[in-house]
Every structure is written in structure tokens, then in C-alpha cells.
């Protein structure tokens, strides 16, 4: 009896481990918890989440994942273009910046293929226009943005200057 049990636990962990239903212990990368999830990197350099019982919580299947921030997590695929996740793993934002922060006050500075930086929302609607050099995430309603001259602005949530 003793040997069954043993093929049939030999079978399950066969069966679940390629589904990301068992945690390893021996990640490249472990990130500290973040919004009840936390970042992981395995041995191929590939970057999933795990939750607190060290179980995936979403596939290792990144090139690059970031910590979460109100609900969204930065993202990159094999095209080394950056999104974002929801804690479901959904892609909620697809990739296709070439740089991009994270959330806060509920928008997020990224970077356009022209190379210049706007800031969108969480479904990705362009909220201030793509114009700048560089541009900060947003603190007390305002970021720290560069303009084409390189001068540094701070901006409000609609994108006016503020002093």
C-alpha cells in the first residue's frame, strides 16, 4: 500500500508542477510581499508571482515582472516591451512601451516607441500626452516631468504646470 501511495504522489507531482500548481523553494529571485503577492524568478530567468504559502499564484512565464502597485504589476515579454498584469495575471495593459514606472494616484509615466513619455490610467487610455524627455510617477498630485528642452516641470493630473 505503502508503494502506491508513493507512484500516486510521483504521478500528481508530475502532472502538477509544469501547471505551477506546486512551488519551488530555490528561486533565483525572491522579492519581498507586495499587495499579497510576491515576485519570483526561476533558474531560466523567467519571472512569475507566488503568494504567501509559496504557492504560483502567476505563471513564471516573464521576462521581467516588478512588485505590485495598486493592483498592477509592470510587466515585459520577449519583446522587451513593457505592460502590466492584474493580480489574476491578466493582461490588462499590453506591452508595448518601451519603458514604463508604476502606479501611484492611479497613473503610471511609460515611454512610447518615439521615445518620449506621457502617463496613462489603469486600462491604458493616454491621460497626459506623450511629449516628454522624462517624466517621475506622481506624489500628492504631482510629478516631476522634463520637457523637450530639458527642463524639469511639475505637473498635475491633467498635465498643467503647477509651481
Not at 504521478?11 to 525572491?30: C, E, I
Not at 513564471?60 to 516591451?81: C, I, N, P
Not at 514606472?101 to 497626459?128: P, R
Not at 530639458?150 to 498635475?156: C, E, R, V
Request: proline share 3%.
Amino acid at each position: 500500500m505503502k508503494r502506491i501511495n508513493q507512484l500516486i504522489l510521483a504521478v500528481v507531482l508530475l502532472v502538477a508542477a509544469p501547471t505551477g500548481v506546486f512551488a519551488q523553494d530555490n528561486w533565483k529571485y525572491k522579492s519581498d510581499l507586495q499587495e499579497g503577492l510576491i515576485v519570483v524568478q526561476n533558474e531560466d530567468g523567467m519571472f512569475g508571482f507566488i503568494d504567501e504559502s509559496g504557492k504560483v499564484a502567476i505563471p513564471v512565464k516573464w521576462d521581467y515582472a516588478a512588485d505590485f502597485t495598486e493592483g498592477m504589476a509592470k510587466v515585459q515579454d520577449s519583446s522587451l516591451k513593457m505592460g502590466f498584469i492584474d493580480k489574476t495575471g491578466k493582461l490588462v495593459i499590453p506591452c508595448k512601451y518601451e519603458d514604463a514606472y508604476y502606479f501611484t494616484e492611479g497613473l503610471c509615466a511609460v515611454q512610447d516607441a518615439d521615445g518620449k513619455y506621457g502617463f496613462i490610467d489603469k486600462t491604458g487610455a493616454t491621460v497626459i500626452p506623450f511629449k516628454y524627455k522624462d517624466a517621475a510617477p506622481f506624489y500628492d498630485g504631482v510629478a516631476e516631468v522634463v520637457d523637450e528642452n530639458g527642463t524639469k516641470h511639475n505637473i498635475d493630473k491633467t498635465g498643467k504646470v503647477v509651481k
